[in-house]
């Protein structure tokens, strides 16, 4: 296969990128050149709450000198991903239309959960040595200028994902006017670290083993830069970054610029990013560093590799969705033995349905998100469940799924238990969310009634909670979705509930589901 050029565009809070790749499926993905333009798009945002036009007038030009050197490169295809600056700035559509009219590249503005996902897939595609570390336990962290991450495995399986808003432009922004001497800035700064690692510590590192760290992100690769290694690809043990933090701690802004020989902006920015690494290797007692040299670029080659299937990945990058959402339904103490009943029948009717419905793969996963979460707001208040189910969704971000994806799941699960009415489905999903989906709200009012349909029809199968139709078939026939059942005993309250939900499912299909038991002679 022929080798093709591709071109990942990070609007960052600190730098604009461009990374320009070569792929191809026999030799995988090759970084042949990097671009990188410091403009603290982040100072802006998280200072005034948007961005100058001052900074949108440089955005547009170093973009327009992007479009030369892909055009020189002859790229194929290009994906421009912002981040956490873009998308906090209140006026954030009013400069994607200024980007796409002044230099011809569409920007799509990514939520956290999608930007932290696509990283992890630039791990995953160093897959030997990604596969052996994550079989301990270990944690990804990935420190951005706008926020961190930090994402738990256990036994290649992600147990948890969480965003905390320790980025170093944000906690320099929070001190920059408060006057301190080199003690008291540092001190300041583990304060505010400290606080925010204590609740994730008492919920998600209680009696956790990790052995690894895996350091990703602009931050991390900057601060190797100024160790004493050899390579970005090296590990770095406890007591590397130790003696790295005790120098770096005792310096003014002013010594660190000159010592490491870097301007004032990166110089304000090193220490806030040593103490964040610093205090998470404290905190998990982790033997050792990994820094495999990953940037967001990297993520969006490998993403944009993955859908195109250039290259084959040998690690399941669903499962990490799934294992996140079974890791939250877990957490709100929902049913797990009725979900696993549950999951079989829904993706039983998904599957028979295939030829009415028109739905994919990625409908099918976010079918099974919602089986698993149908019943998480049962925590909050059993009485009102379906809302509070709702609300704890569209507060969580689960990793792999964009805004959209969230909120057609989260009115999935309010539907299951409250009739659904057209006109009043809420999406607060924006313009640049809908663009990506190509969906108009119409659209995606249909696609949540689908999945509603398929949820309640299949919740209603397991109504007594006790699997009584583990063994059940289904067959579409003449109009009719046919489930066949051999339980010889009592299933009134399946066939009750069942006959309640097959209204709803026949509105939207068009096909009747009955619900045979097939007794023995």
């Known amino acids: 296969m022929a080798v093709r050029m591709f071109a990942a565009i990070d609007v960052g809070s600190f730098e604009l990128e461009m990374g320009i790749y070569e792929i191809s499926y026999k030799t995988g993905i090759r970084c042949v050149d990097h671009i990188r333009h410091v403009i603290a798009l982040g100072k802006d945002t998280y200072g005034d709450g948007k961005i100058s036009y001052g900074l949108v007038e ?6 327009e000198e992007f479009s030369s050197i892909m055009k020189s490169y002859r790229v194929k295809d290009y994906r421009a991903y912002a981040t956490s600056a873009m998308r ?21 503005i990514i939520g956290n959960s999608e930007q932290r996902f696509i990283s992890y897939k630039a791990l995953a595609s160093k897959a030997a040595e990604f596969n052996k570390i994550i079989q301990k336990g270990t944690a990804i962290v990935d420190v951005g200028f706008g926020s961190a991450q930090l994402s738990l495995f256990d036994k290649d399986s992600l147990v948890t994902t969480q965003n905390l808003p320790l980025g170093t432009l944000r ?37 956790r ?17 100024r160790m004493d290694l050899k390579t970005i690809g090296d590990k770095v043990d406890a007591a590397t970054m130790n003696r790295f933090y005790d ?19 990166y110089a304000s920015l090193l220490l806030p990013s040593a103490v964040v690494y610093k205090r998470i290797l404290e905190l998990t007692g ?21 859908d195109n299937k250039l290259v084959k990945f040998t690690h399941n990058f669903e499962n990490d969705i799934l294992a996140a959402s079974r890791n939250m339904a877990k957490r709100y103490k929902c049913h797990s033995s009725h979900n696993q009943v549950l999951e079989r029948y829904a993706l039983d009717i998904f599957d028979s349905m295939k030829k009415y419905h028109g739905l994919g793969s990625r409908e099918r996963l976010m079918l099974r998100i919602a089986v ?23 507060s ?15 009115n999935v699960v309010r539907y299951n238990i409250r009739d659904f009415d057209y006109d009043k489905v809420q999406l607060e999903t924006h313009v640049h969310q809908e663009d990506v989906s190509g969906l108009s709200h119409n659209a995606i009012t249909i696609l949540i009634a689908k999945l509603t349909a398929i949820l309640r029809l299949a919740n209603s199968m397991d109504r007594s909670h006790r699997g009584k139709l583990a063994d059940c078939r289904m067959a579409v026939r003449e109009k009719e979705l046919v489930i066949t059942t051999g339980y010889e005993g009592d299933m009134a309250l399946e066939q009750a509930s069942f006959e309640q939900k097959a209204d709803f499912f026949e509105e939207i299909y068009g096909i009747r589901p009955v619900l045979k038991q097939k007794r023995r002679v």
Not at 58 to 63: A, D
Not at 286 to 306: K, T, V
Not at 398 to 404: D, F, K, P, T, Y
Request: with cysteine; net charge negative; proline share 2%.
């Open 286 to 306: 982790a033997e050792q560093f990994w820094i495999p040299g990953i940037r967001l670029g990297d993520g969006i080659a490998a993403e944009y590799a993955d």
């Open 171 to 207: 906690i320099r922004g929070l001190l920059s006017k408060i006057p301190a001497t080199v003690d008291s800035r540092r001190q300041q700064i583990e304060e505010i670290v400290d606080n925010e690692l204590f609740t994730f510590r008492k919920m998600y590192l209680k009696d």
């Open 88 to 108: 906090d700035a209140r006026n954030n559509q009013i400069i994607l239309d200024q980007i796409r009219v002044r230099t011809g590249i569409n920007v799509r």
């Open 247 to 265: 120098t770096l701690s005792q310096m003014t802004t002013d010594q660190i610029e000159e010592h490491f020989d870097v301007n004032s902006e």
């Open 396 to 410: 969580t971000e689960i990793i792999g799924l964009n805004h959209l994806e969230r909120e057609i799941i989260a």
């Open 372 to 394: 698993l979460l149908h019943a998480c707001g049962k925590f909050i208040s059993i009485p009102d469940s379906n809302e509070c189910s709702y609300n704890i969704i569209m």
């Open 58 to 63: 440089e955005l547009c030009q170093v973009l």
């Open 209 to 225: 083993e990790i052995k690894n760290l895996i350091g990703i992100g602009e931050n991390i690769l900057y601060m190797i830069r």
